[in-house]
């Protein structure tokens, strides 16, 4: 039983104690009977992502009046932290589309490009992604080669984004170009002559969710589809960086939360030389660090939601909680490993996949090493002021 504490600070609100009830029963009831065969087949499932549609899950930080759920951050974190108990692949397809995508989009575009595109990807039909990263560029965004340049009506970008999530499924891209050297925002769709995504990128984790290049050649892009300003890319990203990393910190959470579960069920159930391994002292130090561990990142990652969103910036909080929770979900899947032994090896009690799926959160949305840097150039600048 949740402290009055704890469900405070992850529930803040009824509302917010509502949409972590509904994700928690469809993550039990949907999520978590598909897992495992989508993590094999290594797919994406498009039924399920429908399914998120019907709850209004793709729209959760987009304004009522606008079609979504009006949700803050807090209520994004609540989401993936819920979604990724069971299907960590799954939610990172999820998170490219309504945080990547959706939520990026909303926040730079005007009032016509809302109308025509917000329907769309927020029942399901098309699928979203963002293209940043380069095959030679990542944490360096400034370095990226792909340009556009003005052409009479339309804008021509060249140029190859990789690693990028939901790419080969994409139906439309949120695009990062130089445009006479500033960083400009694009929004491209399927059909654009020019733009070919080549097959998947095969990973070592979060397999339910895809992963491929976006290779633009020329391709034309009409004036109508520049996302906000001529140079005002940089702001999008950087705004945007912030509820990814969020975002991703609750992923760890929902991983270190499951593998919790299963270690100490595991533990209490095994016996060994006549007694439950619970009463073995490096067991005991396994679950024991891992659940503190956990509780730590919870309270920092809540913590930081609630002072995060489009109109408040907060670079260190949401650099300082991914920077801890990220290795926590690894850690602690690593030790639900141990406690289980060669059972944790297989795929029975799901340990491994989480584990393998958990590395990915320590190298996404900002490397850990990035996270270090940012910190303490903004800690530095703080302390000048």
Known sequence: MASSALFTLENPTEEHHMLRQMVRGFTRDVVEPQAEEFNRRAEF?????????????????????????????????????????SDPGFTLGYLAHAI???????????????????????DGTRIGCMGMTEPGVGTDVMGMGTTAVRDGSDYVLNGQ?????NAPEADIFLIYAKLDGRMTTFVLERDFEGLSTPGKTPKMGMR?????EVIMENCRVPAANLLGEEGGGLVH????????????????LGIADRCIEIMIQYAHERQAFGRSITQLGQIQRYI?????????????????ARDCGPGKRNRIGTDAAKLFAAPVGKQVADNAMQVLGGWGY??????????????LLEIGGGTLEAHQKNLTKDLVKARAQ
């Open 208 to 212: 339910a969710s895809s992963l491929g």
């Open 288 to 304: 024991a660090e891992s659940y503190a561990q956990t509780e730590a990142a919870r309270a920092l990652i809540y913590t930081v």
């Open 237 to 252: 990203m950087m705004r945007n960086l912030e509820a990814e990393r969020l975002t991703l910190s609750a992923m760890s």
């Open 161 to 165: 984004k990789a690693l990028i999530t």
């Open 45 to 85: 499932n498009r039924a399920l992502f429908k399914q998120c549609a019907e709850l209004g899950l793709l729209g959760l930080t987009v304004p009522a009046e606008d079609g979504g759920a009006g949700m803050d951050l807090l209520g994004a974190v609540l989401v993936h932290h819920e979604l990724s108990r």
């Open 100 to 122: 990547l995508f959706v939520n990026n989009f909303y926040h730079a575009a005007n009032a016509e490009q809302r109308a025509r595109f917000l329907p769309g990807v927020l």
């Open 346 to 359: 297989c795929d029975e009690f799901k340990v491994e996949r989480f584990l393998r799926d958990a590395k």
